[in-house]
């Protein structure tokens, strides 16, 4: 529940000899974690709209709500690529299959958190989209060529670090 978390990370935070920097998995909004806070679509929805400002407001509306319960850190968005359709954990959390779009989504996303006082997390480097094994279950391999890195998983995070994304999460790929 909202004021749960809100009264564990104030107490922690009362406690603690350093100021705790909290995160959280908010990928589609505080909801996703949290009861009562809003959920959003999946991050591919949002992309097949194709308006990056849906982007930027569902990222500043979990940064507003995350925030007031005490988390300053999303592990959020998205920045693989959609692009193999037998890949297992991807596929719907992904803003789409063309690198430049994707890329335009995530730089709105982090600025949408931005905008709501939340650091952003891109995820997962070096890019999971082409995969066929869950990296929760076992151990992707990307055999692709750097050129091909380089023009098609790379972009996004490029992205997302120009519009400002505090951090990135590797992927054990």
């Known amino acids: 529940q909202p004021l749960s978390l809100a009264a564990t990370l104030n107490q922690l935070q ?23 806070a809003t959920r959003f679509p999946r991050a591919m929805a949002i992309g097949a709209a194709g308006d990056e400002q849906l982007a ?27 692009n193999n359709p037998r890949n297992p954990v991807i596929n719907t959390r992904s803003f789409g299959e063309d690198p430049a779009r994707v890329g335009a989504m995530v730089a709105a ?22 995969t066929e094994t869950d990296s929760h ?24 670090i120009a519009a400002g994304a505090a951090g990135v999460m590797v992927a054990h790929i």
């Open 109 to 130: 996303y982090v600025r949408g958190l931005q905008q709501g006082g939340m650091l952003a997390t891109l995820k997962h480097f070096p890019g999971h989209g082409d």
């Open 56 to 82: 930027f407001e569902a990222a500043r509306i979990t940064a507003i709500e995350g925030r007031a319960m005490g988390v300053h850190m999303n592990f959020a968005p998205v920045a693989d690529v959609n």
């Open 14 to 36: 009362t406690v603690a000899s350093v100021p705790l920097l909290a995160t959280a998995d908010f990928e589609y909004g505080a909801g996703m974690r949290i009861a009562g």
């Open 137 to 160: 279950l076992g151990l992707p391999i990307i055999t692709h060529p750097r050129e091909r890195f380089e023009s098609v998983e790379l972009p996004p995070f490029r992205a997302g």
